[in-house]
């Protein structure tokens, strides 16, 4: 059994940094003169992108072998495979439109996923009674397919708006757009920070009254921030700077928020130290190498993205997830929060594609509902489960 | 109705913005497509008659019009998709403490916050009055709009011809003009027909055509979501929707509420699982947990229904229906009804044993009784001419101010208060009883009661669910696929040509995706010497 587990533990690694070398072969294809002319770094980014998703599938294989479960029911175990499916979702379209720089954005987002992933609890965990059926793995894989195709017209949609936003004056577009840009890097500053800490073992443990009982809370990150009315106990610890407001309730309430400003602040270092480095947006900085890439194509493969995308999502974050719930709860439908925001997904990708058919929207203000989209997937995926958390939660 | 007679003599109904036949712009009438200002034709329905584009004099009119316009539909999704949201900042009603009063739960938890988020409704948003309307309104707005727009739509696919006006193709947006006398026009129909497309002739004009199906896609999936918020609606119909509760104790035959009487359960075992601590897979996770974790719980149950002979009144007579296992994920279901696996009280007590002994002397007995705690008696008389009255029974007590109450009315921990008549006495010894504790009322008594022995037993708790709505919203959600799928994965697509005196014209329509469109003319003009059309349309920033 443990071998299993190491084994799949090393084919996830294995696949992370094929996807990595695969990146920088599509950031090769910067540089190739004509369209049509030269494909080879293209042709080896996909293919390892191909490799690097067959090995990642050998990871899910060997996970499952080894619980006996489909490894889709813990948020590291989810991620991951949001991640992998990301991938299958660009593959996918790269074989319709063949967009190499697709790739150059598409990989490091998956990479970002899977890393972010790792940050939690990497553990096997047992089923609970009400996970235990079929259509768990029907319902959460193909709600993760339709998400990760979803992702993509994020991915394409985000390229077109680096290719398009005027920079040579300050606009709501350059400010959203670097602000799309910050969130993505002070993720990359939690990666960081939350693999240095643990790497250094660091650890502060409080004691703190959670709903009227004393509790021992450990913390994985020093404490900017402290629980409401918490004591001290490690010694030699820093003692944080400021404590929780006491309404936020819940016993890890004031261990997410301090590690959420860790990852303001880390991601406010990253950011301000590359525009110190390269002295312009980042997106401004990013654009010339873009300058090929024909804006109309770029916008059609976002919007094919969501017209693949949203049946599937359909299909399994409602259908197969109301016929699951009918079994497990005994109604299809029970409004609790990880149920609404798919209905809120839903809602809005149905939106996109009315405003886009039926009111033009096209090209900028499409790209930007892309954004918004993507960023309505995230907050289910992690906020609702690590916040808002009801009964789907998986944290 | 007003006609307008086209110069390719087609007539055509008041509103047309382009002719059903031909495609020629209908002057008159460029305002309403916003053509009159675009290089473009707008080609969205074709340019057929839609009623709401047409009238807009009377009530009706408005009201139409309102609801058939895609702008509106989507703020209605919008404020929907807002006020759902807001809805999941604090848990619903349903999800706080069944025995809490909203009005001073919210308030005590979440404070002003919380208190303003109750009064405005969003503690029970998804059943409020202006929730439904919101999802109402979006329905009618579907059923309007597709009425709209279907059947002009269908109308104008069914009669155009392959000839069409020259302004119509100039307009297009894939547009091209070849000049080259020795276009090879057979092999441009086989390179279509190649593709799939169906080619028309008339006069050596030209129209290839494919996927028209998928234009139906979104009215296909609009019926499908009626069809499924029909079937939602209809759960409020009594005989459509029953949803009930059952708890029964091991060992215990009840009758299933909600069924009139007609069917009975038989509790013979629950049975609660969890996983094995020493299991090596799951180790970490489950000491991480600090608990053990749940892998199974079931109701080993016996279904039965009231034979037809029994008489309203005596004891029903009963047929075993069926055997089986309640699991989560597994419900019992028996003709039309589903027993689910909801809820479990473990180790509830069933009876308990008491003795009369001396109060300083655990060792004397001068009688046993035994109380039944779902039914227990009052007065309970021992052979040795004791009596014990039950004054009080608390089945799940707990003190609230120095006085025993009960919380529930399980007896999850009982406690009396009995009165102990001893023989030929007529004033009783008074004393509370409970688990861990024993208190002499007076402080004078000469008998103390004890417990010898009691029994426990599992109750379970089963939903009882008959549902007429399922098919039907399964129905709808089953159409409502074929329609995204139909309308997402095949695209309509349209190529014209048109012959001149040296060389030829070709354009273009598709409802999406333009490069794939640009892509299959590619193919199609491949070795016919026509020349690659372009795309006039250019994207604004
Ligand atoms: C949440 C509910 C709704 C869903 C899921 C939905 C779904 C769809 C889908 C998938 C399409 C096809 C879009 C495309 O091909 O790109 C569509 C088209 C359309 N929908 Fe909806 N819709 C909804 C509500 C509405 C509402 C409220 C209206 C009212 C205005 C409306 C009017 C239309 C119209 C006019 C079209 C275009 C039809 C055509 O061009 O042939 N829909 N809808």
């Known amino acids: 059994m443990g071998d299993l587990v190491t084994i799949s533990g090393n084919l996830l690694y294995a696949a992370f940094f094929i996807y990595l070398i695969a990146t920088f072969f599509f950031a090769g294809t910067i540089r190739d003169k004509e369209k049509g002319k030269s494909r080879l770094a293209g042709n080896i980014g996909i293919g390892l992108t191909i490799i690097g998703f067959i090995t990642q599938l050998g990871y899910f294989v060997t996970r499952w072998m080894a619980s006996g479960h489909a490894p889709v029911s813990n948020l590291f175990e989810y991620t991951t495979f949001f991640g992998m499916m990301l991938v299958f979702a660009f593959i996918v379209l790269y074989f319709i439109y063949r967009v190499d720089l697709l790739g150059m954005f598409a990989l490091p987002i998956a990479l970002l996923l899977i890393a972010f992933a790792s940050m939690f609890p990497t553990e096997l965990s047992p089923l609970v009674p009400s996970l235990q059926s079929h259509w768990l793995y029907i319902h959460v894989t193909t709600a993760s397919l339709g998400q990760g195709i979803l992702a993509v017209s994020f991915v394409a949609g985000l390229i077109f708006l680096i290719r398009q936003v005027d920079q040579t004056k300050k606009s709501k577009h350059t400010f959203w757009l670097e602000f799309t840009i910050y969130v993505l890097v002070a993720t990359v500053a939690f990666i960081i920070l939350s693999s240095t800490f643990s790497a250094m073992n660091y650890e502060t443990t409080f004691q703190a009254p959670v709903e009227g009982q004393e509790r021992e809370i450990t913390y994985e990150m020093p404490p900017l921030v402290g629980p409401a009315n918490g004591e001290l106990l490690t010694e030699g610890a820093m003692s944080p700077l400021l404590s929780a407001p006491e309404w936020m309730r819940g016993e890890d309430a004031a261990k997410k928020l301090n590690t959420f400003i860790w990852a303001i602040l880390g991601g406010l270092v990253l950011y301000w130290a590359t525009r110190l480095i390269i002295r312009k947006r980042i997106a401004a900085a990013i654009q010339p190498l873009l300058k090929r890439l024909n804006p109309e194509l770029v916008d059609e493969v976002s919007y094919r993205a969501v017209a693949i995308g949203f049946p599937v999502f359909t299909l399994g974050a409602l259908i197969f997830a109301m016929i699951w719930a009918q079994q497990a709860w005994d109604r299809f439908w029970g409004w609790d929060p990880k149920e609404v925001w798919a209905l809120i997904t839903f809602f809005f990708y149905a939106a996109y594609l009315h405003l886009r058919l039926s009111r033009g929207w096209q090209g900028m203000r499409s790209a930007w509902l892309t954004v918004g989209g993507f960023g309505i997937i995230m907050f289910n995926l992690i906020v609702v489960n690590l916040v808002i958390s009801g009964l789907h939660s998986y944290a | ?541």
């Open chain 2, 1 to 541: 109705m007003k006609r307008i007679t086209c110069e390719c003599g087609h007539e055509n109904p008041e509103g047309a913005v382009l002719c059903e036949a031909c495609g020629k712009p209908i002057e008159e009438n460029q305002h309403i497509d916003g053509n009159d200002d675009q290089k473009l034709l707008n080609m969205r329905y074709d340019g057929s008659a839609r009623r709401s584009k047409t009238y807009n004099r009377t009530f009706v009119d408005k009201v139409w019009n309102f609801f058939s316009s895609v702008k509106v539909g989507v703020w209605l999704i919008v404020i929907t998709v807002i006020a759902s949201a807001v809805g999941t900042i604090l848990p619903q009603e349903m999800y706080i403490p069944p025995n809490e009063d909203p009005a001073v739960h919210y308030r005590d938890q979440y404070g002003l916050f919380g208190q303003i988020y109750y009064q405005l409704g969003f503690h029970n948003l998804f059943s409020s009055w202006w929730y439904m309307i919101l999802i109402a309104m979006i329905g009618i707005s579907i059923v309007v709009a597709s009425i709209d727009r279907f059947f002009p739509l269908y109308k104008v696919l069914k009669k155009q011809k392959p000839k069409r006006h020259e302004t119509f193709m100039k307009k297009q947006r894939v547009f091209g003009k070849t000049e080259d006398e020795s276009v090879d026009l057979e092999l441009f129909k086989k390179n279509l027909r190649k593709q799939r497309f169906k080619v028309y002739e008339q006069d050596g004009h030209l129209l290839a055509e494919k996927n028209r199906f998928a234009r139906w896609g979104p009215y296909v999936n609009h019926i499908g979501l009626i069809v499924f918020l029909l079937g939602s609606l209809l759960r409020f119909i009594p005989a459509f929707y029953i949803d009930d509760f059952v708890w029964v104790r091991e060992g215990e035959t009840k009758v299933i509420s909600g069924t009139d009487g007609e069917y009975f359960i038989e509790n013979k075992d629950f049975i609660l699982e969890t996983y094995d601590e020493s299991d090596e897979r799951f180790q970490q996770a489950l000491l991480n947990q600090g608990g053990p974790v749940p892998k199974n719980f079931q109701t080993d149950a016996v279904i039965y229904k009231r034979s037809e002979s029994s008489l309203p009144g005596q004891e029903p007579e009963l047929e075993i229906v069926k055997e089986a296992s309640a699991k989560m994920n597994k419900p019992i279901k028996f003709d039309e009804y589903a027993l689910y696996q909801a809820s479990y009280q473990l180790n509830e007590f069933s009876e308990m044993t008491f003795k009369v002994h001396d109060k300083d002397d655990e060792d004397t007995n001068y009688g046993e009784f035994t109380v039944d705690l779902s039914e227990p008696e009052t007065v309970y008389e021992l052979e040795s001419g004791y009596r014990i009255e039950i004054q009080n029974y608390f089945p799940e007590y707990e003190f609230s101010n120095g006085e025993p109450v009960s919380v529930s009315r399980f007896p999850k921990n009982p406690a009396f208060v009995f009165q102990l008549y001893p023989p030929g006495e007529s004033e009783p010894e008074t004393s509370f009883l409970g688990i861990g504790a024993n208190i002499d009322a007076s402080g004078e008594n000469e008998y103390k009661l004890g417990l010898v022995n009691f029994d426990v037993r599992d109750v379970t708790g089963l939903t009882v669910k008959k549902d007429y709505t399922l098919p039907i919203i399964a129905i709808g959600g089953a159409i409502f696929m074929i329609g995204v799928i139909q309308g997402m994965y095949w695209n309509h697509r349209r190529i014209w040509l048109q012959p001149k005196e040296n060389g030829v014209w070709i354009a273009g329509h598709t409802n999406k995706n333009w490069f794939a469109l640009r892509r299959e003319i590619g193919k199609a003009i491949e070795g016919t010497n026509i020349q690659e059309p372009v795309d006039q349309y250019e994207m604004e920033k």
